[in-house]
């Protein structure tokens, strides 16, 4: 997206700062810019129904009369499909406990940015702006379309496959694993997301039925991988509410070793989204299946509820940074400390170290730099059917 398409509204009580801002916007091809210099005065601007075309709102926190944190609070209430940036002269951490804040109030925030700002700053968060016709016809798309008894008949009739995402070693770019995401091959509507399907499989209690079939049919596609020659592990994605069920360890172990595979190729990753209430369960599955020899993997990394707690508990094998850090490596430094000691933790605990949501060269290269030992994400591959990683296989032979 670029600047000349949208418009702007900068809320700064500094008259010379919000100068800057609106040149330097001007300068990136903007033609529509809206002024306030308080947060009432931007709240009457949005009001106005002439005016209410606003794309992105650049925020000042400290303001007189209604500070940032308030002027936040109310676009969270009424006007949250518009996107919004965050600018302060206060220091990183104080801007990213802000940033957490305005995601709490269901802000659209396309990011948070120490002053002074530059124009390279405001571009990179404008490349990732999309637009809200574009956000609502996605939410649209992929949020309550399905009921989950057409979810349901999807699986039963086998419409559910894993498509692949390559896993890279950063230093050589050798290929070194897949990651298995749910595809749903819908008969009329085509490809389907993960999101449009996961929640309310998980809410009914019915993701189980998408665990097995997911496992069966990665661990037949890397039987069939390593038959090509390519002897790369495949990771599988694991709801943590399937490992209340005391039996699951089995289940899984059970399903790997019929397909001919060595479970030490499988690795099962799980996100920590909730404080679980019977920690118990989950631990008893998770030594087991380590027992068995699979990898386990903490997935995204640093937006779960206690990961810290959760690494002293299990062995875990492998830590994956959430791709929102890596997005935002470049214009928060919170993100790179985070990036930095995740890595530096992984090292010390023997655990091998993934980025998620490596999306451009600079990503890759930094990342090397930092030491992290592996990555994916679009700048390498998207996630693509079994025949197309078949192929990507052949090219990328070790
Ligand atoms: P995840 O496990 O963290 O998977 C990574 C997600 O990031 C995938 O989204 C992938 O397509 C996307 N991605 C990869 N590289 C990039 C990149 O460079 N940029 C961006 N913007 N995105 C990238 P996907 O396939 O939509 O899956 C979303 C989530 O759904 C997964 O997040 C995982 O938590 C869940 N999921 C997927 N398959 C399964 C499954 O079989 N079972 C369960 N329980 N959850 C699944
Ligand atoms: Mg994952
Ligand atoms: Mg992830």
């Not at 091809?29 to 002439?50: P, V």
């Not at 220091?91 to 804040?101: H, T």
């Not at 661990?219 to 209340?244: D, F, P, Q, R, Y």
């Amino acid at each position: 997206m670029v600047a000349n398409e949208l418009t702007f509204l900068v809320i700064e009580d500094d008259d010379f700062q919000r100068e800057v801002i609106v040149d330097i916007l001007g300068r990136l091809g903007s033609k529509n810019i809206q002024e306030a210099r308080t947060g009432t005065e931007a709240l009457n601007i949005l009001k106005d129904s002439t005016l209410s075309s606003i794309d992105i709102i650049l925020c000042d926190l400290n303001m007189p009369e209604m500070d940032g944190m308030e002027f936040l609070r109310h676009i969270g209430n009424s006007h949250s499909s518009i996107a919004t940036i965050i600018m302060s002269a206060l220091d990183g951490a104080l801007i990213e406990s802000v940033r957490k804040m305005a995601s709490a109030y269901g802000i659209y925030l396309l990011g948070a940015i120490e002053k002074p700002i530059t124009p390279a700053q405001l571009e990179a968060l404008f490349s990732i702006y999309k637009s809200r016709e574009s956000k609502q016809k996605q939410e649209f798309k992929h949020g309550s379309l399905f009921t989950l008894g057409e979810i349901l008949e999807g699986l039963t009739n086998g419409d559910f496959v894993p498509f692949f995402q390559p896993k890279i070693h950063l230093a050589t770019g050798k290929l070194i694993g897949a990651e298995a995401l749910a595809r749903w091959r819908h008969p009329q509507r085509g490809v389907i997301a993960p999101y449009a399907f996961i929640d309310l499989l998980e809410k009914s209690g019915h993701i189980d039925i998408l665990t097995f079939t997911m496992l069966e049919q990665s661990a037949k596609a890397c039987k069939l991988i390593h038959e090509k020659g390519h002897e790369i592990s495949i990771s599988v994605n694991l709801s943590l509410t399937s490992l209340a069920d005391i039996k699951l360890a089995d289940k899984i172990t059970h399903i790997v070793l019929e397909s001919g595979v060595n479970p030490k190729f499988i690795i099962l990753e799980i996100t920590e989204t909730a404080a679980m209430t019977d920690m118990a369960p989950a631990l008893e599955n998770l030594a087991r299946l380590r027992m068995k020899g699979f990898g386990l993997s903490i997935d995204d990394y640093g937006t779960g509820y206690s990961s810290m707690q959760q690494i002293s508990r299990i062995a875990f094998t492998e830590l994956k940074i959430d791709q929102s850090f890596v997005r935002e490596m470049t214009t928060s430094n919170v993100s790179k400390v985070l990036i930095n000691s995740s890595i530096e933790m992984a090292t010390k605990l023997q655990m091998k170290c993934t980025a998620e949501g490596i999306e451009t060269k600079n990503d890759w290269e930094q990342l090397k730099s930092m030491n992290c030992e592996l990555g994916q994400g679009y700048y390498i591959a998207k996630p693509m059917s079994l025949d197309e990683f078949l192929k990507f296989c052949e090219q990328n032979l070790n």
